[in-house]
């Protein structure tokens, strides 16, 4: 069974330009979680999805971010005209359920210049 | 004050010492308390969780829940180099849907062989 998989592990935009995260949750999970994790904050929850549905999104920001899992295919965090403190690593984790057991992917490492 | 306090070390030990991590936190209405260890560069991997209080075994890994200090502790005996990594606590209500993981900084582990 693979792991929670992320694409791409590293990105680098320019100030203004998209970007679009991926992640594909392992075999069996329908609930997915994105965090951003930068060195001085730790992990912050950033939203949490079931298929083609946003259960809480109470972490992540109103303008610019949004977030889909649809019905088919990976889940999709995106950033819109992004800034330099956009920059961070930025991780989903998948369940089969209990948010307690959490699986996460390797993290894309987004660079803003 | 943040929710959750972790002290980031970073803390050093000799191989086959007994390793202590702690948390602190102050929201007493918590219930689900997790430690995850991450890896540099690497996706955080869930080690266990424990529901309310009370201690939780895994191999050379203890878990500890003190609801009336809200302090939990992670206890690694017998370490080995390969457990020099960040140690993340979480924690979170348990109420309906907030599934909203809660988290601390991390402490850096370092094992000298």
């Known amino acids: 069974n693979a792991g929670v998989m992320q694409n791409p592990r590293h990105l680098v935009r320019r100030r203004g330009q998209e970007a679009r995260l991926r992640c594909s949750p392992m075999?069996?999970?329908?609930?997915v979680y994105w965090y951003r994790q930068l060195p001085e904050e730790g992990l912050k929850f950033m939203v949490y999805?079931?298929?083609?549905?946003?259960?809480?999104e109470s972490g992540m920001p109103k303008e610019r971010f949004s977030a889909e899992f649809p019905k088919e295919g990976p889940s999709i965090l995106r950033i819109q005209q992004v800034v330099r403190g956009d920059s961070a690593a930025y991780f989903c984790?998948?369940?089969?359920?209990?948010?307690?057991?959490?699986?996460f992917g390797p993290g894309t490492r987004l660079l803003v210049l | 004050q943040k929710e959750v306090e972790q002290d980031p070390g970073p803390l050093s030990v000799p191989e086959g010492a007994i390793v202590s991590l702690n948390c602190t936190y102050s929201?007493?209405?918590?219930?689900?308390f997790m430690w995850y260890r991450q890896y540099s560069r690497k996706g955080p991997e869930l080690l266990m969780y424990?529901?309310s209080s009370g201690n939780k075994e895994d191999g050379r890994f203890t878990a500890q829940v003190d609801k009336s200090s809200k302090y939990i502790s992670l206890f690694i005996r017998d370490s080995q180099p390969s457990d020099s990594a960040t140690y993340l606590c979480?924690?979170?209500?348990?109420?309906?849907?907030?599934?909203?993981?809660?988290w601390g900084l991390g402490t850096s582990l370092a094992v000298n062989p």
């Open positions: 984790a998948s369940s089969p359920g209990r948010p307690e057991t959490q699986y």
């Open positions: 929201n007493s209405a918590f219930q689900y």
């Open positions: 979480a924690m979170r209500l348990d109420a309906g849907n907030n599934r909203k993981l809660i």
């Open positions: 075999k069996g999970h329908s609930h």
């Open positions: 999805l079931q298929k083609e549905n946003i259960i809480d």
């Open positions: 424990t529901y």
